[in-house]
């Protein structure tokens, strides 16, 4: 046997030892992000109690270029004001969205973060991302008294919806009625809707109806559904 032997069989299986380790290292090695994916966001995923001034924060993997950071591509929602907003601030990786009007006590918000944002090498998130939270509601005994302290019209309602339509930060109302036209009936600022409806449209034969930013203009647009008794629903769209 060649006295050099030994040591070619040590070199290999130390060569070998080397490449197992090399394998499992990688293993273990967290999957790299590729670059401008979202990574992280405050108010997290179903937050119940967000105060109603925060702002919203995200964080990507990825240094974000500021300019393509908008209230277009990174758009905050609240489900009774529409659009909120307001103004966005880039540094690094993070991005802190600052609302132009505080959230109504217990409503939903959502945040979208689309693909069209990118970092400073002009790379995109591979996919959007939408999540939502709900604004903290405090006070109140959820006593509400004997009598009503307004009444809506006179027609048979269906159903209605809350939104601040006029945009000047308190909760307006969209009844539909099966027998009269829909109506909007807005706020003094007090709880008050006044004794007449502020608009109307349709024709009747209101059954449902929802709110909400259907053409991205930042305002609160109507959907109702109407239906004539025994034939199929009719659904309406009207923008603002
Ligand atoms: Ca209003
Ligand atoms: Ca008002
Ligand atoms: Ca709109």
Not at 50 to 68: G, H, I
Not at 116 to 122: L, P, S, V, Y
Not at 128 to 151: C, E, K, N
Request: with cysteine; glycine share 10%.
């Amino acid at each position: 046997m060649s006295p050099t032997m030994p040591n070619t069989r040590h070199t290999l299986c130390l060569a070998g030892c080397v490449a197992l380790l090399l394998v499992a290292l990688l293993a273990l090695a967290p999957a790299a992000l590729a670059d401008a994916e979202l990574t992280a966001h405050m108010p997290v995923t179903n937050t119940l109690d967000v105060p109603l001034d925060s702002t919203v924060v995200l964080t990507y993997s990825a240094e974000m270029s500021a300019t393509t950071v908008t209230s277009t591509t990174v758009a905050v929602h609240s489900m009774m004001q529409g659009l909120v907003t307001e103004t966005h601030s880039t540094t690094g990786e993070v991005v802190t969205v600052t609302p132009s009007r505080a959230f109504h006590p217990g409503e939903i918000v959502y945040t979208t973060a689309t693909t069209h944002t990118a970092d400073i090498t002009g790379t995109h998130p591979v996919s959007p991302t939408v999540w939502q939270f709900t604004a903290l509601a405090v006070g109140g005994t959820g006593r509400y008294g004997a009598a009503a302290h307004d009444s809506f019209g006179a027609g048979t309602s269906r159903s209605m919806a809350l939104g601040d339509l006029d945009g000047d930060g308190d909760l307006d109302a969209v009844i539909t009625n099966s027998d009269a036209a829909q109506e909007v009936w807005l706020n003094d600022g007090s709880g008050d809707y006044g004794s007449a409806a502020h608009d109307i449209f349709g024709a009747g034969n209101g059954n449902s109806v929802a709110l909400g930013d259907v053409d991205g203009d930042g305002d609160l647009d109507v959907v109702d559904r109407q239906r004539e008794p025994g034939a199929r629903g009719v659904a309406e769209r009207r923008l603002r």
